[in-house]
């Protein structure tokens, strides 16, 4: 006797295969697809497309460009940094940079980026480092580990790892992105050197929208520093004179602090305050033995920094201001001395 609903289970059985099938191929298919764009251009067998940045997040997309053979200098740092423009920076050196400077990089995220750069260029000809809260005032792992996702597959792994983190539907979609891109459908947002302007033209600049900007930004912390605060270095130095003894005797290093409003400054003996001057000692220690390493100080209070006209908010500056960064670091390089008054630049060691 045929048993009740045997009939069905014929079709059913061939209902799941088809389906089975079909995910398959579709799934298969769209893996080909991602791994033939390969959209952070980092596969060993990908096929040789004009592939450019595509992915916001920088992390993604700064294995591809430090390991790109036309660099020899690079700029490491925070959003900060970001300003600094290799078109500018880089024939008035002689150097051809990559700025690698990311929104939010933790000091850790910042060395790992150095690494990958050193790999391909052991020898380079210039290395700007920016400091800023990132350095002088750590937040909790950011010494250990990064502050948003990170790739750790891209960074010092066998490139054929990097298949099996294609499965994603974010590799998908930044494949996609590519893929528009090559085939002429979309615009390009992102610097194949790294740079990017993130603040508006400056035409649109508007001193009463900053001016409420500045009103809604936190304040920095007045109240009295502890004893000795001032004299005790943030941690995290030992990570700066790490990466600062990577390179070369040959390689010029200059390690800088971007200009941030005084209004983030605090007052005399303050906590703020004392974290800035904590964080200047440290940096100093950490330079002071090196014989190839500038520093160069935006951040005292001057009227660079008083003027809130030179900045969008407390943190991120204009770019008149840096073009005159990017010009006191030439002139700091090629002669040893700035004429202008918004930095600050301590003497430079005797040789031994």
Excluded at 15 to 21: E, Y
Excluded at 82 to 100: E, K, S
């Amino acid at each position: 006797m045929k048993q009740a609903g045997s009939g069905q289970a014929g079709p059913w059985r061939r209902f799941a295969l088809l389906a089975g099938l079909a995910m398959a191929v579709t799934g298969g298919g769209l893996y080909l697809f991602i791994v033939t764009v390969d959209p952070w251009n980092i596969l060993p067998f990908s096929p040789p497309l004009a592939r450019i940045p595509v992915t916001s997040n920088a992390r993604y997309t700064m294995p591809a460009l430090a390991h790109a053979p036309q660099f020899d200098s690079v700029i490491i740092g925070t959003s900060t940094s970001r300003l600094m423009q290799p078109a500018v920076l880089g024939p008035a050196l002689g150097a051809h940079f990559l700025n690698m400077a990311m929104n939010s990089a933790s000091p850790w995220e910042q060395s790992r980026e150095l690494d990958a750069f050193v790999r391909t260029h052991p020898a380079p000809r210039v290395v700007l480092i920016g400091i800023d809260a990132a350095w002088c005032h750590p937040r909790p792992g950011s010494l250990s580990g990064p502050n948003r996702p990170w790739p750790e597959w891209m960074y010092g792994h066998p490139p054929a790892a990097g298949y099996l983190h294609m499965a994603s539907l974010y590799a998908l979609q930044e494949a996609a992105n590519e893929f528009l891109w090559l085939a002429g459908r979309k615009a390009q947002r992102f610097g194949t050197d790294g740079y990017t302007s993130f603040v508006p033209p400056d035409s649109q600049y508007d001193p009463a929208r900053v001016q409420a900007i500045f009103s809604r930004w936190a304040p920095p912390d007045t109240t009295p520093a502890p004893p000795g605060m001032a004299d005790t270095p943030p941690a995290g130095m030992d990570l700066l004179a790490d990466m600062l003894a990577r390179m070369p005797a040959t390689t010029r290093r200059v390690v800088w602090f971007p200009p941030a409003s005084t209004f983030l400054h605090g007052t005399p003996g303050s906590v703020a305050d004392a974290r800035l001057e904590a964080c200047r000692l440290g940096v100093s220690q950490v330079t002071a033995p090196r014989h190839d390493t500038l520093v160069l100080d935006f951040s005292h209070n001057t009227a660079l920094t008083a003027d809130r006209d030179n900045f969008w908010d407390p943190l991120h500056y204009r770019q008149p201001v840096a073009r005159r960064i990017m010009a006191d670091i030439t002139a700091a390089i090629t002669t040893g001395h700035v004429d202008d008054p918004a930095v600050e630049m301590p003497p430079a060691p005797a040789p031994p």
